[in-house]
């Protein structure tokens, strides 16, 4: 499978897209993180993340020997020709690996890129966030949202079994922080994102979703029925059908919600955010 590249304003937002371009579940996934974004004054953010993926291999061969082969099989080569070749011909094998420079090409001889290549990229520069120290300060910057919006809310934070968080904000009158379609929350999630990697300085940071109103959770079931409405209507129509879905995360959910129950037809995203789509097709 071929890596698939994007950038975002955050690492979590650029793995979400390309799951949603890829239409697969995390666990089926890998990540390369080649570039993050820069801490910068007052929360915000320089730069953005690159990254890009891939649908995790069956059987992947390890890295040693990924490393090993191509030195191998170069060593292999070249001990061949110095007990076949003449003085000559071996001494044209000895200024070979400084033909690549020569020529202007700006590569390197393949034993000496082999290793760069295999190297991962560093994910972080330093320790990942407590999940506590996450919490208390997700939990102040919302609060403080909540203030600056005149608005009253119960703030309730829960952390899983992998140390990310979920937040959730019940209250009256919150649908100013809704939005149309769920984008506010969006938004106001991101924020608390970026503060979470101002306070890690640039460590990693816990997953965090939010939730408001329980939006967001009743809005799963309406779209797997949504969905399930428009797997009919493509199978008696036999014609593509866009899904006027413009989260990544709700993208995602129509790709497994075909996935799962309408193998006989597939599904890709088009466009580009904050107006991409899902366009469900005959397979």
């Known amino acids: 499978m071929e890596w698939v590249e994007t950038t975002a304003r955050t690492i979590e937002e650029a793995k979400d897209l390309l799951l949603d371009q890829l239409g697969v ?6 990540f390369e993180i080649l570039e993050e974004p820069k801490p910068g004054l007052f929360g915000r953010t320089k730069g953005q993340a690159r990254v890009r993926a891939r649908v995790r ?8 020997d990924r490393r090993r082969r191509p030195a191998k099989g170069k060593d292999k080569a070249e001990s061949t020709n110095d007990a076949a070749a003449p003085a000559e011909k071996k001494a044209q094998a000895e200024k070979a690996p400084r033909e690549p420079k020569a020529s202007g090409n700006g590569r390197a001889p393949r034993e000496e890129r082999a290793p760069r290549e295999e190297r991962p990229p560093r994910e972080e520069t330093g320790p990942r966030l407590a999940s506590d120290v996450a919490a208390t300060e997700s939990e102040a910057f919302l609060q403080g949202l909540l203030d600056s919006f005149g608005a009253t ?16 904000l019940v209250g009256d009158g919150l649908g100013r922080l ?9 938004a106001i ?6 503060r979470l990697q101002h306070v890690a300085s640039g460590g990693s940071t816990p997953r965090f979703r939010l939730d408001i109103g329980g939006y967001r959770a009743s809005r799963r079931p309406n779209l797997e029925v949504l969905v399930d409405e428009v797997i009919e209507k493509v199978r008696t129509s036999g014609q593509p059908h866009v899904l006027d879905v413009v989260l990544a995360g709700e993208r995602k959910l129509v790709h497994d919600r ?13 466009g580009e955010d904050p107006v991409r789509r899902v366009v469900l097709s005959p397979a």
């Open 189 to 194: 999630e991101e924020l608390t994102r970026t």
């Open 57 to 64: 291999p069956k059987t992947p061969p390890s890295r040693d």
């Open 153 to 168: 809310a119960t703030i309730t934070i829960t952390v899983d079994e992998e140390g990310d968080l979920s937040a959730e």
């Open 25 to 30: 579940d995390e666990p089926e996934t890998e």
């Open 178 to 186: 809704i939005g149309p379609r769920g984008g506010i929350i969006s």
């Open 258 to 270: 075909v996935a799962e129950t309408a193998t006989d037809l597939r599904t890709h995203s088009e």
